[in-house]
């Protein structure tokens, strides 16, 4: 049996668009990014790794993995992974905690694309009132992951803030059933933290992810031009991994999404099946855009 918990997908064929076409693509994400508001400096995350069935699940809360964007807030702003600051209303954060909050901002089960159109928008406008900042932890705070949820629990709910709902569970294969239920509904995975973790920047065994496929992200430095359907559009979009390897993702994209594609310098997530012997992932399948 794998070491990770995973379901097979299809695989992927091949495209390009026309220079033009992906050359305004970036200059408009070059617009984007220069107009951005950033952060004095990005805020230390603590990151999950992957979960694997040798770890005992009874040392570890479970919740829900969240489709949406992550945020940090600092007792002031809600502030990106990368470093930028959210221009969320005053009526949205009116009446969050002082104290530095970790979370998700959040619309609902496979509404992500939703979720960055409205936070990545330079003025606040009426779309935030159809997200929450779902709060998972509290970084600030140096007990254990278990009084930080009891902790979090005794924050102040609002139309706005809430806080995601931490459970257990008594063995592998009850993680397993409930990730299989968690996926039926609509959900992207689970995550398990450790029980009796301090809160600490960077990836950690103390927390991680199960999700049914196994997800990584990518550079994107061209594309491989469409054929029969997809004249004129793109059949397959060419990615570089963090280790140098380029490899290329044909599935996964709507016709819009061909027309449109992810712009030369990106970053997208796509989900895979294991590696091939050269290293390449297997039945690699697009999935979204990152928003930073």
Known sequence: MSDYYHVQRTGATSIVIPAIRHFLIALLLTLFIATSVTAVESPDLMLAKIYRQHEDVTQFWMSEKLDGVRARWDGTHLISRG????????????????????????????????????????????GWKK??????????????????????????????????????????????DKLDETSRQGGEGLMLHRQNALYHSGRSDDLLKVKPFEDAEALV?????????????MGAMKVRMDNGKEFYIGSGFTQQQR??????????????????????????????????
């Open 221 to 233: 430095i061209g594309y491989k031009p469409g054929k029969g359907q997809n004249i004129g559009m």
């Open 131 to 176: 997200i929450k900042f779902m709060v998972f932890d509290l970084p600030a705070q140096g007990d254990t992951f278990t009084k930080r949820i009891e902790a979090m629990r005794q924050l102040k709910k609002t139309p706005y803030l809430d806080v995601i709902e931490q459970f257990r569970l008594a063995s592998n294969k009850a993680l397993m």
């Open 259 to 292: 027309k449109n594609p992810p712009p030369v310098g990106s970053l997208v997530t796509y989900r895979y099946q294991g590696f091939t012997q050269s290293g390449i992932p297997r039945f690699a399948v697009f999935m979204r855009q990152r928003s930073e």
């Open 83 to 126: 470093g930028k600051i959210f221009n969320a209303p005053e009526w949205f954060v009116r009446d969050f905690p002082g104290e530095p909050l970790d979370g998700e901002l959040w619309m609902g089960r496979g509404r992500y694309e939703d979720v960055v159109s409205a936070v990545q928008r330079q003025t606040p406008h009426d």
